[in-house]
């Protein structure tokens, strides 16, 4: 079957860390740039990082960068989100999503996206 | 950033209505690279439409976008009961990827 998995999230105390997995099957995951979206409770979405085919080019929105890590393993079919310096405002379900490969920048995650993991619930409460 | 713009916030209508939905950029979207997301309650988001007209696999044909610039819809034809749901654009073309903030279509 064709799907991406999320794991790792949690409940944190703000500063705390998380390694959120993404587990992909059923297709060539190396053929494909991968992003993280997020969605707050009740809210819509936002676009946290994303992370070309062979590991190159990553790149974050601001309001993670410098605290979030993205990387995969194409040897495992997996993508990875590190997330340190939590904060309440990065409470939300982390979705993994796949490149549809229609852009034609060199950041080929800069796409739309064709497939969606059912997410990964990250709060962040003392 | 581009801010992407959704009205109506909600529309409320019968199965058999067409619909036609409406984002605006802030700015002008590069290459026409507009994407559009169906959402229902508790799952994720689906592709619709991409490319600003380009129909993702499997989406039924009464599903359209259009436009360009930084004016774009997507128009459903003839609703039928599984297309009231939340839907979001996304546009594609500068660095930073953003969202609208999507329009609820409900069931009158």
């Known amino acids: 079957e064709v799907q991406l998995v999320e794991s790792g999230g949690g409940v944190v105390r703000p500063g705390g860390s998380l390694r959120l997995s993404c587990a992909a099957s059923?297709?060539?995951?190396?053929?494909?740039?991968m992003s993280w979206v997020r969605q707050a409770p009740g809210k819509g979405l936002e676009w946290v990082s994303g992370?070309?085919?062979?590991?190159?080019?990553?790149d974050y929105a601001d309001s993670v960068r410098g605290r979030f890590t993205i990387s995969r393993d194409n040897a495992k079919k997996s993508l990875y989100l590190q997330v340190n310096g939590l904060r309440a405002e990065d409470t939300a379900l982390y979705h993994c999503?796949?490149?549809?490969?229609?852009?034609?920048?060199?950041?080929?995650?800069?796409?739309?996206?064709?497939?969606w993991g059912q997410g990964t619930m990250v709060t962040v409460s003392s | 950033d581009i801010v992407l713009t959704q009205s109506p916030g909600t529309l409320s209508l019968s199965p058999g209505e067409k619909v036609t939905l409406s984002c605006r950029a802030s700015q002008s979207v590069s290459s026409g690279y507009l994407a559009w997301y169906q959402q229902k309650p508790g799952q994720a988001p689906r592709l619709l439409i991409y490319g600003a007209f380009s129909r993702a696999t499997g989406i039924p044909d009464r599903f359209s976008g259009s436009g360009s610039g930084t004016d774009f819809t997507l128009t459903i034809n003839r609703l039928e009961p599984e297309d009231f749901a939340v839907y979001y654009c996304q546009q594609y073309g500068s660095s930073l990827l953003t969202f609208g903030g999507g329009t609820k279509v409900e069931i009158k």
């Open positions: 992370i070309n085919w062979n590991g190159g080019s990553p």
């Open positions: 999503a796949r490149a549809i490969g229609h852009s034609a920048s060199h950041y080929k995650y800069r796409d739309a996206f064709d497939m």
């Open positions: 059923g297709f060539t995951f190396d053929d494909f740039a």
